[in-house]
């Protein structure tokens, strides 16, 4: 994870990685089918891990764009307590503290989920996903629908949900923020914020953007790969086309301002159970997180 080139102050690179694991973003060769790259290797996921009972199927928590395991904690804690089971949660290729990649497509991202379950000898499970990750989530769902026993989306459909300008823009402003090298770490982040106030008006959007920021050796960079989610911000936002429909029991949590797609969710997921929560923006677990937990809980197979 380079440094502001001289010392002084510049705009902060995107780590994508800890020191060690930087992004590779040079042109790497790829396969490609339909004009869609393919990935051509898995990248070894970074997860945090509660531990369960062997008995009973685990969960698999993924976050969302910009996000990291770290924003589904509490919510893993609230699942696992009561349910007695093992909890997963990745960080995507490009974000926390996981290896980058130029390659950022929900087909790479679930390659990257099969290979971690793997790894970790896990044959089926349950997935829960928010917003990116519930894209994965899904993408995972209709390529192996024998790994995964039930699906549960929060706050995202099969479909293109938003606008590429809008996380342009967060981009472009996370890019232009300079730090002073050796700037204590309250102060470093007082300033990012206060640079990226103009842009990015919400708040909350801006201290989860923060959470990004990472002091290496004196100098801030961020975490996430810029870089790469910039360049694959098309795939990000839309959803690849599959024909073959999920089986398996599938949840649909939504906040109460999100558009309807039902359509696509009947087609491709023809269990689906979609429920509306009353009251929560597309962070649902942060402005419900009652009625979110409590909804999986009902979802989720009898103990």
Known sequence: AGGVPGGGEGPLPGAGAPPGHGPSLGHAPSAHLGGRPLPRSAVPLAY??????????????????????????SVAKALACPTGRRVLMPDARNHGSSPGSPLMTYEAMSLDVQHL??????????????SMGGKTAMTLALQRPDLVERLISVDISPVLTSHISEFS???SAMKSVKIPD??????A??????????VVQVGNLRQYLLTNLL????????RVNLEAISHHLADIIN??????PYPGPTLFLRGSNSSKHYPEIQRLFPKADIQDIEGAGHIVHQDK??????????????L
């Open 48 to 73: 945090v891990e509660m531990r369960g009972r062997g008995d009973r199927l685990p969960l698999v928590l993924l976050h969302g764009l910009f996000g990291s395991a770290s924003n589904l904690q």
């Open 169 to 171: 823009a967060y981009i």
């Open 182 to 187: 050796g700037l204590a770490r309250s102060a």
């Open 117 to 130: 379950l793997d790894r970790l000898g896990i044959t089926k499970c349950i997935v829960l996903g928010h």
């Open 189 to 198: 982040r007082q300033l990012a914020d206060n640079q990226l106030r103009e």
């Open 215 to 222: 002091e290496v050796e004196g100098r801030y960079v961020w």
């Open 239 to 244: 959803f690849p086309i599959f024909h073959k």
């Open 289 to 302: 997180f009652e009625e979110l937990v409590t909804a999986v809980l009902n979802f989720l197979p009898p």
